[in-house]
């Protein structure tokens, strides 16, 4: 069937409404085209053959548990066509549980760039993303409808799929401080899954997030909190400044070159297999292990890795504050992973936990270095151990600290 595509399914003319549909809605161009604000609650299919599926010039608000689709289909190497699923030049606040796609775009739009064809289109607002949301090219844009700064700040909660096909999945213009929750898939092709745009952003990620591309929270001053009971795993990201281990166990396995101060909140574990720049500050109750970072500042736990590995490493400084432990194992053949520190260390107290996997005399001949240093600083409160017949004693150098093993003596003795 071949629509005439200057007729939209259902247009609003110079004004707003509401539209409530359980069936099928189709025009030549837009699905629905309104001049004004428009409500829409959708549990059918809305397709606009050569435009969007909505097309509104004012504010929007839609629920969709069904399918609607923006496309390109008609007559497509004659006609320009942006095919968009939601096309929202002001406000938008939706809620998905179903489909939203722009299926295809050609030619060029009035200022004669590649028209692009985005799942979502909009000037800015809320989004609540319990389905999927996919473009041709880009998955959610926001801005102005030219690429420029968008009309107001972003609240995206994503619990679905949210992708690009040839682009980007989200992007985000202007300086408005926005905030993005990711507990599903967001993915770009281009390499690009979230862009924030400017302004003070954050990113909170939850144990379902999936990010395919990178991930980069734009210029001003951006936070990234990790946050789920369950932990999970995040990537890293570009031109984030704060990184914050709210709640959970978590694995970094991408860097975080931007961060300026990060935090490991009392509770939390942060399992760092890359390189942190800045400085991380452990709280009480907290662990920090692996991998590299600036600066370190402890008041929890700081856990060597299992040997053999040894990724722990400090470029600058670390600090053990008063009461904070620092975990050290001795593997098979007294293998073990030494602390390495670029400047200082200062011990202020802390506590040493040991614990062996093989006890055994073979010990009493050795001495393992559990520090490396240009300088230590202040002593080890205490020790603790999980040795039977085997008492520790620590041997302190300008540069070192060293572990080294006597035998008990017997009770009474």
């Given at each position: 069937?071949?629509?005439?595509?200057?007729?939209?399914?259902?247009?609003?003319?110079?004004?707003?409404?509401?539209?409530?549909?359980?069936?099928?809605?189709?025009?030549?161009?837009?699905?629905?085209?309104?001049?004004?604000?428009?409500?829409?609650?959708?549990?059918?299919l809305?397709?606009?053959?050569?435009?969007?599926?909505?097309?509104?010039?004012?504010?929007?608000?839609?629920?969709?548990?069904?399918?609607?689709?923006?496309?390109?289909?008609?007559?497509?190497?004659?006609?320009?066509?942006?095919?968009?699923?939601?096309?929202?030049?002001?406000?938008?606040?939706?809620?998905?549980?179903?489909?939203?796609?722009?299926?295809?775009?050609?030619?060029?739009?009035?200022?004669?760039?590649?028209?692009?064809?985005?799942?979502?289109?909009?000037?800015?607002?809320?989004?609540?993303?319990?389905?999927?949301?996919?473009?041709?090219?880009?998955?959610?844009?926001?801005?102005?409808?030219?690429?420029?700064?968008?009309?107001?700040?972003?609240?995206?909660?994503?619990?679905?799929?949210?992708?690009?096909?040839?682009?980007?999945?989200?992007?985000?213009?202007?300086?408005?401080?926005?905030?993005?929750?990711?507990?599903g898939?967001?993915?770009?092709?281009?390499?690009?899954?979230?862009?924030?745009?400017?302004g003070?952003?954050?990113?909170?990620?939850?144990?379902?997030?999936?990010?395919?591309?990178?991930?980069?929270?734009?210029?001003?001053?951006?936070?990234?909190?990790?946050?789920?009971?369950?932990?999970?795993?995040?990537?890293?990201?570009?031109?984030m400044?704060?990184?914050?281990?709210?709640t959970?166990?978590?694995?970094?396995?991408?860097?975080?070159?931007?961060?300026?101060?990060?935090?490991v909140?009392?509770?939390?574990t942060?399992?760092?297999?890359?390189?942190?720049?800045?400085?991380?500050?452990?709280?009480?109750?907290?662990?920090?292990?692996?991998?590299?970072?600036?600066?370190?500042?402890?008041?929890?736990?700081?856990?060597?890795?299992?040997?053999?590995?040894?990724?722990?490493?400090?470029?600058?400084?670390?600090?053990?504050?008063?009461?904070?432990?620092?975990?050290?194992?001795?593997?098979?053949?007294?293998?073990?992973?030494?602390?390495?520190?670029?400047?200082?260390?200062?011990?202020?107290?802390?506590?040493?936990n040991?614990?062996v996997?093989?006890?055994?005399?073979?010990?009493?001949?050795?001495?393992?270095?559990?520090?490396?240093?240009?300088?230590?600083?202040?002593?080890?409160?205490?020790?603790?151990?999980?040795?039977?017949?085997?008492?520790?004693?620590?041997?302190?150098?300008?540069?070192?600290?060293?572990?080294?093993?006597?035998?008990?003596?017997?009770?009474?003795?």
């Open positions: 069937m071949r629509f005439k595509e200057s007729y939209s399914g259902i247009s609003l003319n110079r004004a707003g409404g509401t539209v409530v549909n359980h069936g099928i809605v189709g025009g030549g161009s837009n699905g629905i085209k309104a001049t004004d604000d428009v409500a829409l609650l959708n549990s059918g809305i397709r606009g053959h050569k435009g969007a599926g909505l097309k509104s010039k004012g504010d929007a608000q839609v629920t969709n548990y069904g399918i609607i689709t923006g496309a390109d289909t008609q007559r497509p190497k004659q006609n320009d066509g942006d095919g968009d699923g939601l096309d929202i030049d002001k406000l938008a606040r939706i809620r998905n549980y179903g489909i939203i796609e722009g299926t295809g775009a050609n030619g060029a739009d009035k200022n004669g760039a590649p028209n692009t064809s985005e799942g979502i289109a909009m000037g800015g607002g809320e989004i609540h993303n319990y389905g999927v949301i996919r473009g041709a090219h880009h998955g959610v844009l926001v801005d102005n409808g030219d690429l420029g700064p968008a009309h107001g700040k972003t609240r995206l909660v994503n619990e679905g799929t949210i992708s690009g096909h040839n682009g980007y999945g989200v992007k985000l213009i202007g300086a408005f401080n926005d905030s993005i929750t990711n507990n898939v967001i993915s770009g092709t281009n390499g690009l899954a979230l862009d924030m745009g400017g003070d952003d954050v990113l909170t990620v939850r144990n379902g997030a999936q990010f395919n591309g990178t991930v980069d929270g734009g210029s001003g001053s951006n936070r990234v909190i990790l946050e789920d009971a369950k932990g999970g795993t995040f990537s890293g990201a570009r031109r400044q704060h990184l914050k281990v709210s959970g166990a978590w694995t970094l396995n991408g860097t975080l070159d931007a961060n300026q101060q990060g935090r909140h009392s509770g939390a942060l399992i760092n297999q890359s390189r942190i720049s800045g400085a991380i500050t452990v709280e009480s109750g907290g662990t920090y292990t692996g991998g590299t970072v600036d600066r370190l500042n402890v008041a929890g736990t700081l856990r060597l890795d299992s040997p053999p590995h040894s990724r722990t490493r400090i470029k600058h400084d670390l600090h053990m504050e008063h009461g904070s432990s620092l975990a050290f194992s001795v593997g098979k053949g007294e293998a073990h992973s030494t602390l390495k520190v670029g400047n200082r260390v200062n011990l202020d107290g802390a506590a040493l040991l614990h996997d093989n006890e055994s005399d073979e010990l009493l001949t050795r001495q393992l270095r559990v520090i490396d240093a240009r300088q230590i600083e202040g002593r080890f409160d205490a020790i603790t151990s999980n040795l039977n017949t085997l008492v520790p004693e620590l041997i302190y150098t300008r540069t070192g600290v060293f572990i080294s093993f006597k035998r008990k003596a017997p009770a009474g003795a």
